[in-house]
């Protein structure tokens, strides 16, 4: 090997024994309580608290003297710091040591005079091995906390979605039109231009309300139905005997202003001998989907042709029937009849029934006298 090779491995060595040297130091400041460099010199009272930082930089390796007042100033033993401090010097080499391990002491040296200026920044420690340990298991578990706070988020966002994905895909069906009561009713056996009918239960905003009327004995000319709130009631259905004496009409009305039972609902017509007019209440209609009207003679039963087909089910069909005399109407086809007001032997038969498929429906059944029909379907 040659000189300058081993001159190089003998530095790398010093470095290696300094630096062990000086770390062993720190770590006996750190236990004393890691007291500042200052209140360590002013304990000693011998050396500056410079001398002391330089002692535990590592740049190179202190006198005894300067090691025992650092060892003295942190409570360290000076016969084990002796004998650590012989054997770094000598495998150091340091000149001013001479002596290897084994010697009473070392001859001591004066440490230059001490010299006040601004201590410079303390060199950083590295932390022991536990303390790496422990802040290694401190981070992984906060880094293993926000990846599960995270994934938790995101979770609910998604089942927060898909709640309001199904909501919309899944909307709530309107419920189906219904029949709901009785409202009134009127008749008259004598010549006159107007029927009034008392209404005898509340109906609220939104319901519907049926007006079938028959006409006997009258004259052409405009029918039309008011009531004491403002109501707007629509022709839905005119149809006569053939012959324009005798006619039966429905009106409908969605109640925009709720009726008492201190109001009332007027029918107005050309002059009539009889009349008959009843007014049912219908709930849940959103519309008058189709209608159909027709007359039959003496001798056939009621049937008032099939009104054109609805587009969907959950409708509510409406039967009106006019006859002039003779045994009482009967509804057939799964209507359910409804109370029938005669006037002399002439009658007015109303009937119901809910449907729930598309189809083509009439308003059918028996009676043995002449006859006027309509079906009106409600959606």
């Excluded at 006198?63 to 007042?69: E, G, H, I, Q, V």
């Excluded at 042709?305 to 039967?319: I, N, W």
Aim: aromatic share 6%; charged share 15%; hydrophobic share 40%.
């Amino acid at each position: 090997m040659s000189t300058s090779e081993s001159d190089s491995g003998a530095a790398a060595q010093r470095r290696v024994v300094v630096a062990d040297f000086a770390a062993a130091l720190r770590q006996l400041r750190l236990e004393a309580g890691k007291p500042s460099f200052r209140a360590m010199a002013g304990a000693t009272g011998a050396i500056s608290h410079t001398t002391l930082h330089e002692a535990a930089s590592g740049a190179r390796l202190p006198s005894w003297p300067t090691t025992r007042s650092y060892v003295r100033a942190c409570g360290g033993s000076e016969e084990e710091w002796h004998r650590r401090w012989l054997a770094a010097a000598c495998a150091a080499s340091v000149p001013e040591s001479p002596e290897c391990p084994g010697s009473t002491a070392p001859e001591p040296e004066p440490d230059a005079p001490a010299v006040i200026h601004t201590t410079p920044p303390e060199p950083a420690e590295p932390a022991p091995p536990h303390r790496l340990r422990r802040q290694r298991r401190f981070l992984l578990t906060h880094l293993a906390m926000l990846t599960a706070g995270v994934l938790l988020g995101a979770t609910l966002v998604l089942a927060t979605m898909h709640r309001a994905t199904a909501t919309v895909a899944t909307p709530v069906a309107p419920p189906a039109p219904s029949y709901v009561a009785r409202v009134g009713a009127g008749s008259g056996t004598a010549y006159r231009t107007s029927t009034t009918v008392h209404v005898r239960r509340t109906v609220p905003v939104g319901d519907t309300l049926v007006v079938p009327v028959m006409l006997t004995n009258t004259h052409p000319g405009a029918v039309e139905v008011t009531d004491s709130r403002g109501n707007s009631y629509t022709t839905v259905a005119d149809q006569n005997d053939g012959a324009a004496s005798d006619r039966t009409l429905v009106f409908t009305a969605t109640v925009a202003k709720a009726l008492s039972t201190a109001d009332t609902i007027v029918l107005s017509y050309p002059s009539t001998n009889e009349q008959h007019v009843v007014v049912d209440e219908l709930a849940n209609v959103r519309a008058v989907d189709q209608h159909a009207a027709a007359t039959g003679a003496k001798g056939t039963d009621f049937d008032s042709g099939a009104a054109p087909s609805t587009s969907t089910g959950l409708r509510l069909v409406f039967g009106v029937a006019g006859v002039q005399g003779g045994a009482a109407a009967t509804w057939t086809d799964g209507f359910t009849p409804l109370p029938t007001l005669f006037v002399s032997d002439d009658q007015l038969a109303t009937g119901y029934k809910t449907v729930t498929a598309a189809g083509a429906y009439a308003a059918v059944g028996t009676c043995d006298h002449q006859w006027m029909a309509a079906v009106v379907a409600f959606a």
